[in-house]
């Protein structure tokens, strides 16, 4: 198996690689941090592909794929795992900047991460998978979180789109909305987080869903409950709920 993982230096894409990398796969690692790719490698037997990349730079991105395609073929499955997030308040100037970066990374880059690869999937006529993550904050605006919020419920609508592209092609694309995983990113949190899930618990359960060709999976599962009960809210009672829930920290691109 080929798999192509971006975010792969840690969090949630490192998990995966490890698990994928213990049944046997042959991966391409892409992240910004070109020594955590290196460990990452080393620690995974030293045999993948690491590219050093920003998810928002599309040459690199274009030219990673060439590079993993010519060496090992096209791939079965691409993960569009690299993300960030921030606390945001638009009545901050200097929050803007911040806000298009959550949205270069977590919107741009996910289209990014798979424009490359889709001509060689095509022309492969294989059932790959195009997965990208998601999350549940997606599915309702957080507080305080207008970009992260936004950049997530813009990559559900992605997906969505792209799922209708790819089904004449037989190529699946699989949206996963994590619910609370163990991770940098939430590790500075300032608050509860209900059903928080390991990363390496994550991780399998994840890859189980990728490879039952699921078109969205949120995951916790009790966290796809809670996000279906706060679809169905009208907006008075969620205003009166949420509006002074805890937010993240400002200026924390994690």
């Known amino acids: 198996m080929k798999i192509f993982i971006t975010g792969a230096s840690s969090g949630i894409g490192e998990a ?11 991966l391409g690692l892409a992240a910004r941090r070109g020594d955590s790719l290196a460990a990452l490698n080393a620690r995974l037997g030293g ?15 274009h030219a990673a794929a060439a590079d993993f395609v010519a060496r090992f073929g096209a791939p079965d499955i691409v993960i569009a795992s690299a993300g960030v997030s921030a606390g945001t308040l638009t009545e901050c100037e200097e929050d803007l900047a911040v806000f298009k970066r959550v949205m270069d990374i977590n919107v741009f880059g996910m289209a990014a991460t798979f424009a490359p690869f889709i001509p060689a999937l095509k022309a492969a006529g294989s059932a790959a998978r195009l997965v990208g993550i998601a999350s549940v904050a997606g599915i309702r605006g957080l507080p305080g979180a207008e970009a992260y919020s936004a950049s997530k419920a813009a990559a559900i609508a992605y997906l ?3 799922r209708l592209e790819m089904r004449p092609y037989g190529i699946k694309v699989v949206t996963i909305a994590p619910g609370y995983i163990a991770t940098p990113m939430t590790a500075v949190n300032p608050y509860k987080m209900p059903f928080l899930l390991p990363a390496a618990q994550a991780a399998e359960r994840f890859a189980a869903a990728i490879a039952s060709g699921t078109t969205y999976a949120v995951i916790p599962w009790q966290m796809g409950v809670v996000a279906k009960v706060l ?16 937010r993240k920290p400002r200026g924390l691109l994690k």
């Open 47 to 61: 045999r993948h592909a690491c590219y050093p990349l920003d998810v928002a730079d599309a040459p690199a991105l």
């Open 16 to 26: 995966l690689a490890v698990y994928y990398a213990a049944q046997g796969a042959t």
């Open 160 to 162: 969505e789109s792209l």
């Open 231 to 246: 679809r169905l809210l009208p907006n008075w009672l969620y205003d009166r709920l949420f509006t002074s829930a805890p």
